[in-house]
């Protein structure tokens, strides 16, 4: 073969791979572009999951598991129990995990924020009011017969909204009917933290009932309990070798209950009242700026 030849040859071959290689790489880019497209038309981006928080499950779990059953109020009792009609059957409902003072107790007679907790029930809960009751597990009756349940208007518990007034304490708790009790804790140390209704007079409410002696009378150590249904009188002796003070060099100016956190200035209804665990303050900024806060008496 001569030169010439050759070299048309080595030409024809050099197109050749010219072209074949434009040819790829449009096909190359067709596929990409194709891919892109299919990318971009997707309907929708994967999301991760969203992992709820442990307290949001269990209020969501809790707010899927009630049963509640449609009712009218037909008499109000006092603050925490009213007469309804449910099923066309009249039932006296006393409200779960709470307690209000007594309004006409045969012994106990009117306790301190009785009228005002049977008062707001009664406009709250007036006769012909449509409710929703959420009965106790297994549709409990307490010793008097009285159906045990959950009261609620508007979509909200009349239960919460009691303690959240200070108008009631958490009371009476026993399994099964523990559903809500750490919310219930959780609404009473607010109102407890406020000072409002029957946490406004100091050592009246406790966990054992309320103290009306106390509350009436200050320097008197004799107290009213309500414990389990029934309530009993008993006098407390304050025993002077569990006293305890902090702060001495203060003592005599403001006094401050450290199980309370309230304190008492020099006059106070309560200054002179016997307390197991005494902090003393030299002012009432001191007191402040140590959590506490002063007595409304």
Not at 23 to 45: F, K, R
Not at 143 to 151: D, N, S, T, V
Request: aromatic share 8%.
């Amino acid at each position: 073969m001569n030169h010439k030849n050759t070299q048309l040859v080595s030409s024809l071959i050099l197109m050749i791979l010219l072209l074949t290689g434009c040819a790829a790489t449009e096909t190359g880019q067709h596929q990409n572009n194709n891919v892109i497209s299919e990318n971009n038309s997707s309907p929708q981006s994967v999301k991760p999951n969203k992992i709820e928080p442990k307290n949001e499950v269990k209020k969501q779990e809790k707010s899927l598991n009630k049963n509640l059953h449609e009712a009218t109020v037909v008499k109000n009792v006092d603050g925490d129990t009213i007469v309804i009609n449910l099923n066309g059957r009249e039932e006296k409902v006393r409200m779960l995990c709470i307690d209000t003072p007594e309004t006409h107790h045969p012994r106990l007679g009117v306790q301190p924020y009785g009228p005002e907790a049977s008062s707001f029930t009664e406009k709250t809960l007036y006769v012909g009011r449509k409710i929703q009751v959420e009965t106790g597990i297994g549709d409990g009756r307490d010793k008097y017969g009285r159906l045990l349940a959950y009261i609620y208007t508007d979509g909200k518990m009349f239960n919460e909204t009691l303690l959240e007034k200070g108008l009631a304490r958490v009371a009476y708790v026993y399994a099964p009917n523990t559903k809500y009790v750490d919310e219930f804790y959780a609404i009473q140390k607010k109102a407890q933290n406020q000072g409002i209704g029957i946490w406004s007079v100091e050592n009246y409410a406790r966990e054992d009932g309320f103290h009306a002696d106390s509350s009436n009378n200050p320097k008197q150590n004799t107290s009213v309990s309500q414990t389990t249904g029934s309530s009993s009188r008993g006098n407390y002796v304050n025993n002077p070798s569990d006293d305890k003070e902090a702060n001495n060099s203060c003592k005599g100016k403001i006094k401050g209950n450290v199980n309370s956190h309230i304190y008492h200035v020099p006059g106070g209804s309560y200054y002179d009242t016997s307390m197991d665990n005494i902090m003393w303050f030299c002012s009432e900024k001191e007191a402040v700026e140590a959590g506490y806060r002063k007595s409304k008496r």
